[in-house]
């Protein structure tokens, strides 16, 4: 349901089948965010950031989301932490 539920479970089956190293496909302005969880779960992550996004062609969306994930990124930084191994 939201991007650090999926960076565990990502990072719960990579562990088990030893996988350190992952590609993240997601919107430019999302993938700080993903590429710092994942590194906190023990993932190397590696950002591919999508051309396709609609948030990306629209300005006032593409502000929108960065606006959104700062706050995001503060929220774990300060609240949510490395997620449990």
């Given at each position: 349901r939201t991007t650090l539920e999926s960076?565990?479970?990502?990072?719960s089956i990579m562990g088990e089948r030893d996988l350190t190293t992952a590609v993240f496909v997601s919107d430019p302005s999302h993938m700080l965010r993903v590429l710092r969880m994942a590194s906190d779960a023990g993932v190397t992550g590696?950002?591919?950031p999508t051309t396709s996004s609609p948030v990306e062609r629209d300005p006032v969306?593409?502000?929108?989301?960065?606006?959104?994930?700062?706050?995001a990124l503060a929220v774990y930084l300060l609240d949510g932490g490395p997620p449990e191994r």
């Open positions: 960076i565990r479970g990502v990072a590696y950002g591919s969306a593409r502000i929108d989301a960065v606006v959104h994930e700062l706050g």
